[in-house]
């Protein structure tokens, strides 16, 4: 077999560090991706579920060393998503994150995105340095069910099982077009976004373009975990109940990262 270095030699995505161990690509991962990325940005349309809690002081540990200088964790956000729109097609997706507030903004931070397909493997870490690694997914992040998803290391195997209650009212959220201009969205990307560090150490930031076109409808919901796997990995998806919601959005643009 052709090693991980000569099919992928000099492409740093490759490398992605990440707080949580089970972000952290294997070599069989890596021999699975294509010979090809698919550049940003990318239009995104999906359904899944969301959930979210406070964050302690000590979640800085799950933030890169390049974030943690003068940032405050408000929460620890979780999703699951099946992707009906991609440039890459549809796939599905589980993401634990981080938000923080810092002088200039609140951001976020994923320190870890399973997901279930190659193609997007390679995307997310090649765009915008997202530790995307590959994972097994059975059933579909909705209310009324429950998704489980799994993986497996050297080190040990992995899973979180996310079971979601019956909702409650929907509604939609949109942008009204006349205050989703370029200037609107420059000032929105000044003062938020996701960050993301890459092999480097080089801090990306990234946002959202044509604010306008994005249409999402939620509807308030329980959510269950159930964890196993690094202690990292159990503190960022905890067992226990939280308050989340369903989602269902289209018309998302993830635009290209800028340096910080």
Known sequence: MMSTSALHRGFRWT???STVPEGVAT?????????HGSPAPWR?????????TRARSDDRELLPAALRRGARPLLRVGFAVTYSETPVGGYHELGGAILYARL???FGHIPFLPVDSAATMRGGRENWALPKVLAD?????????TVTVTGARPDGDWSVAITAESPGTSRHIGVPRFAAGS????LLSAVSGLEQVDA?????????????AMSLTTAPTRIRLSTAGSPQLRRLFADRSY???TIDYSGVTLAAPRVR
């Open 15 to 17: 490398d992605l560090p």
């Open 137 to 145: 997914f059975s059933g579909d992040p909705v209310a009324d069910s």
């Open 243 to 245: 308050s989340g919601g």
């Open 183 to 186: 200037l609107t969205t420059r």
């Open 200 to 212: 480097d150490g080089v801090c990306g930031r990234t946002g959202f373009d044509d604010l306008g």
């Open 104 to 106: 200039g903004g609140v």
């Open 44 to 52: 995104i349309a999906g359904r899944g579920v969301w959930w979210s």
């Open 27 to 35: 070599d069989e991962m890596l021999l699975q991706t294509p010979d």
